[in-house]
């Protein structure tokens, strides 16, 4: 019989990529996963996609040592979902703001362009004057002000599709965010990659009302009280 469906012999660690089945490890979707009663996967349906990337994202860009901080975040996005397009523009927003005035060089002008691109999105779904920012992008571009003009310029008579938006360049906006912070001249790259993930998290929840709570909450009490790589009962 597979055993795919069934729970594994041990809580997993937290680890960098795909795996295949939990003996070999787990990333953070991967254990969420596992937590809603799904098939083992890093792309499961309890959680909304775009807050999905930016777990998978912050998972692999974590040193080890500080990745084993997400696990007890993991509970947290199973049954975590929306359809509601604003979820993309203010995750994909946060993202970007967050990681914008710390990011190297050569992520600031991808950034800076995701911003006006979401800010532009924001605009049509609100329906408010284009070209009127939310503070915190406000702020952002404040910090890197040459960069912010050159994709200004960049940017200007570009009109974002909602399709492309949603579907490409929100998650690469989110992909684009943790990468710069990863590779960013902070003294603790691991604290600002946690507090990303708690306030997209947040974010997410807001908007969200979980489903199957009391599923999740069976699961979770069931493989709670066992540690990180000793057996569960």
Same mark, same amino acid.
């Given at each position: 019989?597979?055993?795919?469906?069934?729970?594994?012999?041990?809580?997993?660690?937290?680890?960098?990529?795909?795996?295949?089945?939990?003996?070999?490890?787990?990333?953070?979707?991967?254990?969420?996963?596992?937590?809603?009663?799904?098939?083992?996967?890093?792309?499961?349906?309890?959680?909304?996609?775009?807050?999905?990337?930016?777990?998978?994202?912050?998972?692999?860009?974590?040193?080890?040592?500080?990745?084993?901080?997400?696990? %007890?975040?993991? /509970?947290?996005?199973? *049954?975590?979902?929306? +359809?509601?397009?604003?979820?993309? @523009?203010?995750? $994909?927003? &946060?993202?970007?703001?967050?990681?914008?005035?710390?990011?190297?060089?050569?992520?600031?002008?991808?950034?800076?362009?995701?911003?006006?691109?979401?800010?532009?999105?924001?605009?049509?779904?609100?329906?408010?004057?284009?070209?009127?920012?939310?503070?915190?992008?406000?702020?952002?571009?404040?910090?890197?002000?040459?960069?912010?003009?050159?994709?200004?310029?960049?940017?200007? %008579?570009?009109? /974002?599709?909602?399709? *492309?938006?949603?579907? +490409?360049?929100?998650?690469?906006? @989110?992909?684009? $965010?943790? &990468?710069?912070?990863?590779?960013?001249?902070?003294?603790?790259?691991?604290?600002?990659?946690?507090?990303?993930?708690?306030?997209?998290?947040?974010?997410?929840?807001?908007?969200?009302?979980?489903?199957?709570?009391?599923?999740?909450?069976?699961?979770?009490?069931?493989?709670?009280?066992?540690?990180?790589?000793?057996?569960?009962?």
């Amino acid at each position: 019989m597979r055993r795919q469906n069934l729970p594994p012999d041990f809580m997993p660690v937290l680890s960098r990529g795909h795996h295949r089945r939990p003996a070999k490890g787990a990333c953070f979707m991967e254990f969420a996963s596992f937590l809603a009663a799904e098939r083992w996967s890093d792309h499961p349906q309890c959680t909304h996609p775009l807050l999905a990337t930016l777990a998978r994202n912050v998972n692999d860009q974590m040193s080890d040592d500080g990745r084993q901080q997400l696990l %007890g975040m993991v /509970p947290s996005v199973v *049954g975590l979902t929306s +359809s509601d397009p604003m979820v993309d @523009v203010r995750l $994909a927003l &946060l993202c970007a703001t967050t990681a914008l005035p710390i990011a190297p060089a050569e992520s600031q002008r991808v950034l800076a362009v995701g911003i006006l691109s979401a800010e532009r999105r924001l605009a049509q779904l609100e329906g408010r004057r284009d070209g009127a920012l939310t503070e915190a992008s406000m702020v952002a571009l404040d910090s890197v002000p040459r960069t912010a003009d050159w994709a200004r310029t960049f940017s200007a %008579g570009i009109e /974002p599709t909602a399709t *492309g938006f949603h579907h +490409s360049a929100a998650p690469s906006i @989110v992909c684009r $965010a943790v &990468l710069g912070i990863a590779s960013a001249c902070v003294g603790d790259r691991d604290a600002v990659l946690l507090g990303l993930l708690r306030d997209g998290i947040d974010l997410v929840r807001d908007v969200t009302v979980p489903q199957a709570p009391a599923q999740v909450a069976a699961r979770t009490q069931t493989t709670s009280m066992a540690p990180a790589g000793a057996p569960a009962s």
